[in-house]
């Protein structure tokens, strides 16, 4: 279970705390399940201990049960945000509020974005209450190509939130990255080459010497996971041939766990990425030759990862800091540009839940993680959103920071009062 | 309310149409006539060949607050000749049957940056911004334009007809602005909205005292460097506008020696003679407010609030002041100035009385900008303002192509105005709708179904995707 990641006390306490949760039955519900049922019409969900104990068409929850009538509404698996920058950045432009990046620490591998998150950041309801359940939060890179290692949370606002602290290390392998390894493509895979060997030659190599080829000793011990293909390791890049390098290292060291993120050009290669099993992140709103790496930009790419078998989850890659929210408007045009309604479904939940490895995330089915949403309208239409939102069987507030200024100047009359004195 | 805005762009195109492309016939005392040339670099744009085009059957969003289902529109000769529910068609004309279709005005963003940040972003693109002083009311932003961005074909396929493509936010005079017809040129001339009025982009806040006061790594960078340095370099700026405006007035009236000319004043006396229509970058509430009477200090008035993230807070004083409102529908959070964003910013301003608008700033965002509506207004729906969809479609061509001086052309379907229409694949309000057909000016500029018809930019020539679909 998602849960068993995290071992602290403190986790534990709150553990206890959860398991508190009542039981509740969703009725009457359009149900997408993520599963081979398919979509099930006028279904029951049963939700015991934060998991789903119970579902189907003819399930009849134990006499007792709070029932929560769906009147037919779509309820479909939280939402899973593949990548983002939630919850470690409130204003982007306010360094002392932004902890994406770190451009003037001499460590890499060994940064952890989770260090940096804060379950109390307002983007996390912001993000919330659109119906993202899950995220995947990375760092940005900063002084290396390698910015650290990204971890798992839910979006609940909760002390606990944090599901696996180093879920995967992110690594540029684009432009970007060749700029930070000294300019060049070559200088960025010599230098990752050299992380490689570090990695692997940790703590021999540093017995004599306290720096490695491209880590510091504490990098290298941190990349140790991720070389042994026990960590995740996500890289980003987008021209064809980069991500035909991405391949090649990955046929030189089966072993190892990687994903892609980016991709504008993975549809070029896309019969080669789905042989090497590799998944990709893509954001299906990108088409445009934005660098010379995106040449081959367009909106079809998701329809042709899908169509070729590469595992193909979605993400807004613009400001995911903010906006992760709108993977659900990604995946709504990915479905007006061909890829099928469970496909674009499923790239926003179960594929990023096999990524990153979290088991019973991403699907409605007995023994999942009770993560759902009740939907006013069609998921993945742009005027719908949530009717509820419950993470691990429990409601969740549909309140932000937003939603609260909207209501105090929903109506702008001042003549008794300051809007100030207005809650 | 919206009055005063009609009456400010109304009296902006007088005054354009009053000087045309000659200047104001000013004579020496010698009897030469002295001309400024306020359009040196004409537009050479015209309409392309069209067929008469009858769209049949269609939902018709007229783009004024009109919707017919079932309803015809005919163009004619470039221009929206009749909607009704049942027309006939003439003779040769093209017939299309739209039924379960929808047809709108085409959409107009005010605020793009495609051409002066085109794709691919490299470091030689960076045309947007002359950010080497705070202000640089002289330059253009058609002097920045690579007709070949990849992004004007990309917006046409999203239903986009026309565009105003501004400087950017670090000065507090950024430049002129301008308004193109979104149609492949070799040209910026030959994409340049004919008779459009020139435009003004000024900025708020953060952007001028991040750049100057901030800038260069130096400390402090120079004036502004604070939200005070701000107001008083516009105040600088207009009080010399003002006494360079007071010569060539006298100058005039009165003959003698042409005073010098200072290209940077000559934009600025533009905006004070109501010819040069003011569009403002500015995010907060309280900003908005101090620039209102800034104007009237000054006697201009600000046109279009860009990006008004705080809008909500002041809707109805900018409804009684007559400024629109150019929006986005969530952005937020980037920046301080934007922290308060709420998504229910354009309907509140709309509600309120005031001229919403939607626009982009973006080479992704322009190209779902019906999208954008459609999220603003469930949302707003959803918080109990209820707004029909035809005129939520305001939004999207009325609003801009007031705030561009150019409503008396386009941005609605009324009979006689530029056929800049769109026929949708379903309710534009949809994510699964897409702009299946553009016209601009009656001529059929992209077709969905007919590959032959998506423009191939010059740099996509022989590249990765060339002709592909995007």
Partial sequence: MIRKILLSAATAATLALGAGAQNIAITNAKVWTGTDAGTLENANIYISDGEIAGLGVNFAPPSGTELIDAEGNWVTPGIFSPFSRTGIVEVGAEDSTNDTSAAGSPFSVALRAADGFNPAATPVDVTRIEGVTRIAVAPSTGGSMIAGQGFLADTSGDADSISDDRAFVFIDLGEGGAGLAGGSRPAAWAALRGAFADARGYPARFMAHNEGDALTRADAQAFGRAVRGQQLILISAHRASDLRLVMDLKQENPNLNLAIVGADEGWIVADELAAADIPVIIDPFQNLPASFSQLGATSRNAERLIAAGVPTAFSYLGDNGHQARLVLQSAGNAAANGVGFDDAMAAMTTVPAEIFGVEGSGTIARGSTADLVIWDGDPLEITSAPIAVFIDGEAQSLESRQTKLRDRYLELDESEKPLAYKN | MMKKLFFVLGSAALALAGCGGGGGGETTDNGDKYEIDRNPFPSTYSPYPSTSTLLKDATVLDGIGGQIEGGDVLLVDGKISQIAEEIDAPDGATVINARGKWVTPGIIDNHSHLGVYPSPSVSAHGDGNEISAPVTAEVWAEHGIWPQDPGFPRALAGGVTSMQILPGSANLFGGRGVTLKNVPARTVQGMKFPDAPYTLKMACGENPKRVYGYGGGRFPGGAPYSRMGNVAGYRMAWAKAVEYKRKWDKFADEGGDPPARDLELDTLMGVLNGEILVHMHCYRADE???????????????????????????????????????????????????????RENIPMVHQAGACAIVHSDSDIGIQRLNQEAAKALSDGRRAGIEISNADAWQWLSANPAKSLGVFDQTGSLEAGKDADVVLWSGDPFSVYSQAEKVFVDGALMYDRGNPALTPVMDFELGQPGEGDLK
């Fill in chain 2, 288 to 342: 908005m407010a101090q620039i209102m009477d800034l104007s009237e200090e000054f006697g201009y008035k600000v046109t279009s609030f860009h990006h008004a993230v705080e809008s909500y807070k002041i809707a109805d004083k900018l409804a009684d002041y007559g400024a629109c409102s150019a929006m986005w529908a969530d952005w937020w959070g980037f920046k301080m100035e934007a922290y308060d964003g709420v």
